[in-house]
């Protein structure tokens, strides 16, 4: 039997870091000051948003005025569908994606058209992916006020590559594009297309977030790229007080720890490869392949209560997804090394026992 590892449960479900941020994120907030706490920052007077946004405008080459600050990227989605969506306007959003998009319409008077996905199998490893001319005949079709891509994308975890985004977005210039980027990071860490991408296409914003790569969830910061044309969104998600000194000094020294980030994601490429090969060996398991931390796999329907309560047993929690798109599929978190291997230890005895 598995040797019960850790004694409080391991939340591999909700797509957090398990590593944690930088340790030079706690030791500034060893030496948090009392201005830091008491003080508004001056940097509205600067005529900037705040230092992290001209950090972000000065690392991308972008101007600072085009950089929104939010309170995670979950802010940006909502105020960017609540400011441009009227009622009865229609957001087009792919229907094998994060649940949350879906309610968001509603909440203004809007409507969702959702666009598929298709899956192909490369290599031996399955993979989801952006049908663009799809989504192209669908947005003619449809004409909707914004389009909404997320890339990597949850749960399926693929990306659409920068050519395929590059065409899409020349063909619905009519519309507000928004790509949620929330994982950016974890299997790709190209930037090359976002300054050239912004000027080109004045109607796109690109939103990120500290949340995933940088392990800042609970921090709440988002951030986006916004193009020439939403100077109106802009000014209506500047703050005049400012944001959060604390989380904009954290996030601006996660930027600089880039080596201890990239230590992660290596880990996380090693123990993707890990999943793959030894899902790949159980009868009815499929893996998707994954640009995120996380990664979404096909069980057999019959095993999934019973294997719930076996990993809950081991304090384990991981997504069985319930959703009119994912019935059969569990999204996992990738956990730390040691994490990741006593969840594979123990589905590997679940299915032992079954047998
Ligand atoms: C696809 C996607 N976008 C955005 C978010 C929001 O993250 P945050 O508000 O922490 O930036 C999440 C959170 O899980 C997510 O899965």
Request: overall charge negative; proline content about 3%.
């Amino acid at each position: 039997m598995v040797e019960q590892k850790f004694k409080e449960i391991q939340y591999l479900d909700r797509n957090e870091s398990q590593y944690g941020p930088s340790p030079k994120c706690f030791e500034f907030l060893k030496d948090v000051t009392i201005d830091e706490l008491s003080w508004y920052s001056r940097d509205y007077a600067r005529g900037v948003k705040s230092s992290l946004s001209e950090r972000i405008a000065a690392d991308f080459d972008i101007s600072e005025k085009q950089v929104i600050l939010s309170y995670g990227s979950e802010d940006l989605l909502k105020q960017i569908i609540h400011y441009y969506l009227d009622r009865k306007e229609r957001i087009l959003i792919p229907k094998h994606a994060w649940w949350y998009y879906k309610k968001v319409a509603y909440e203004v008077g809007g409507f969702n058209v959702e666009y598929p996905m298709y899956i192909l199998e490369k290599d031996g490893l399955k993979s989801y992916y952006y049908d663009v001319d799809k989504m192209i005949e669908i947005y003619n079709r449809e004409r909707p006020r914004i389009v909404l891509i997320a890339s990597p994308n949850n749960p399926t975890g693929n990306k659409i590559p920068k050519e395929e985004l590059g065409r899409f977005l020349d063909a619905c210039r009519g519309a507000l594009v928004m790509i949620d980027e929330a994982y950016w990071g974890f299997g790709s860490k190209d930037n090359s297309y976002v300054k050239p991408f912004i000027d080109e296409f004045p109607n796109l914003v690109i939103c990120r977030t500290f949340s995933k790569y940088y392990a800042l969830a609970g921090l709440r910061i988002g951030f986006a790229f916004a193009g020439k044309n939403l100077e109106e969104l802009i000014n209506y998600s500047v703050r005049y007080l400012g944001f959060n000194r604390i989380s904009e000094k954290l996030a601006e020294i996660a930027l600089d720890d880039e080596q201890y980030y990239s230590d992660i994601m290596n880990k996380m490429q090693e123990d993707k490869k890990y999943f793959y090969d030894e899902f790949r060996k159980f009868d009815g398991f499929e893996p998707y392949k994954s640009y995120a931390n996380f990664m979404l796999v096909n069980m057999p329907t019959e095993i999934r209560k019973d294997l719930d309560s076996f990993l809950k047993e081991r304090n384990l929690l991981i997504k069985f997804l319930n959703e009119e798109a994912f019935k059969t599929e569990t999204r996992i978190t990738l956990g730390t090394q040691e994490q990741n291997r006593y969840l594979m230890d123990s589905i590997k005895e679940f299915m032992n026992n079954r047998k």
